[in-house]
């Protein structure tokens, strides 16, 4: 018989050339990520416009996110997005969680039914006119809530809290019943208590989708006041439609303070979201 290694604790492991190879590896992509974010801080804080790559803003001015912050043409749209984002991820952790809960109960009759006729959804789509026509009847067309109808319901994290909801011990349903707890009680007092993995990762993905869609108001939108803060970026960048402001800022100060109000709350929120996040998804994917 071969004989097991014995470990011996506190002791360190001896690092091999796959090890150091890594090592490398990951602080090269770790440059190639961190670089560029760096280069777009510091030229949002430097008054003057400049190409190279600085280490700390030449000529330090904060009149680019004052800028954003003062003018309706910018502060509008961030508003708009900080609104919908909000409201979109509340609507969709609840009919998220509500769905994922309504079809883990195997009694409920059409249960299978309702099931596949989601699925479907995830496969096929009625295009793109049809979808514009029931918009426009239910009169979401030039409408900033659009963002919150259309992300309302995602069938993907619908059958992820299905899944994780699924992995929630049978025994701790009966307990409750045994004890008189209606299904409502059961499921604010037992299942969500115990879904705050699932919540945080779901939320987060309702999050990042709402804050980032730039598509949905490039077709159905066309009143200025009701874009987001995405599309207004685009537009400000791509199209030269920079706004008057009373602060002397130059256009690249302008644009790089813009893109660090439109990526940074998700790089606060990713590093204290993460652990969550992975939980949250490993545990609703993957079923035992």
């Known amino acids: 018989m071969a004989k097991e290694k014995v470990v011996v604790p506190g002791k360190k492991k001896k690092l091999t050339l796959f ?17 560029p974010i760096w280069k777009v801080l510091i030229d949002s804080f430097n008054a003057v416009g400049v190409y190279k790559f600085q280490l700390w803003p030449s000529d330090p001015t904060f009149a680019g996110y004052l800028t954003i912050f003062s003018t309706a043409k910018l502060f ?44 479907f959804t995830m496969i096929f789509s009625g295009g793109m006119i049809p979808e514009y026509l029931v918009m426009k009847r239910l009169g979401l067309v030039d409408n900033m809530w659009i963002l919150v109808v259309k992300h309302g319901m995602n069938v993907y994290n619908l059958v992820l809290m299905k899944n994780f909801f699924e992995g929630i011990p049978g025994t701790l349903y009966e ?27 779901i939320g987060l993905m309702f999050a990042v989708t709402i804050w980032n869609d730039y598509s949905t108001v490039q077709i159905y939108i066309t009143n200025p006041t009701q874009v987001n803060f995405q599309y207004q970026l685009r537009v400000m960048i791509m199209d030269g439609d920079t706004p008057t402001t009373a602060y002397k800022v130059s256009q690249n100060t302008l644009y790089y303070a813009s893109i660090v109000c439109a990526i940074l709350p998700f790089m606060v929120a990713y590093p204290f979201l993460q652990d969550y996040f992975v939980q949250g998804v490993n ?6």
Do not use: H, W
Not at 78 to 88: D, E, L, P
Not at 101 to 114: D, F, H, K, T
Not at 180 to 197: D, E, H, R
């Open 76 to 119: 509008r749209p961030f508003v708009n997005s900080v609104v919908t984002t909000i409201i979109g991820t509340l609507l969709g952790l609840v009919m998220s969680t509500l769905g994922g809960y309504v079809l883990n109960q195997y009694e409920m009759p059409g249960r299978n039914i309702i099931s596949y006729f989601l699925l």
């Open 175 to 201: 307990a409750a019943k045994l004890d008189g707890c209606t299904p409502m009680q059961i499921f604010y007092k037992i299942v969500l208590p115990l879904s705050k993995a699932a919540l945080a990762s």
């Open 19 to 35: 090890d150091y190879i890594l090592y490398v590896v990951f602080a090269i992509l770790s440059l190639i990520i961190i670089v």
């Open 283 to 288: 545990v609703g994917a993957v079923k035992e």
